[in-house]
């Protein structure tokens, strides 16, 4: 799958259930880790592959907005490899 293709589904998964700010930070954290792995020299298939399906992803972080009762917030609001 495209990094676009990723993106676009991860965006409807997520807007499903979340508001359009918590949407539009997770899509720009994904957006970036894959580009830092593109950076790397490994492919957008690749690095979509490893991450799995986006639908998975959204529920987890659904899950998590569920369980705390709060707005979800990424470890970082941009990916970081150097945290």
Do not use: C
């Not at 997520?14 to 994904?30: F, I, K, R």
């Not at 986006?54 to 972080?61: E, V």
């Not at 659904?62 to 979800?72: I, K, L, M, P, T």
């Amino acid at each position: 799958m495209t990094k676009k293709e990723f993106l676009i589904r991860l965006k409807r998964a997520l807007g499903n259930d979340l508001s359009g700010a918590v949407v539009q930070e997770n899509v720009e954290y994904y957006s970036s880790y894959i580009d830092d792995e593109i950076g790397k020299g490994r492919s957008e298939a690749e690095v979509t592959a490893e991450l799995g399906d986006p639908w998975a992803i959204a529920k987890t972080i659904v899950d998590s907005v569920e369980n705390r009762g709060q707005a979800y917030e990424p470890p970082h609001s941009r990916y970081n490899p150097y945290p």
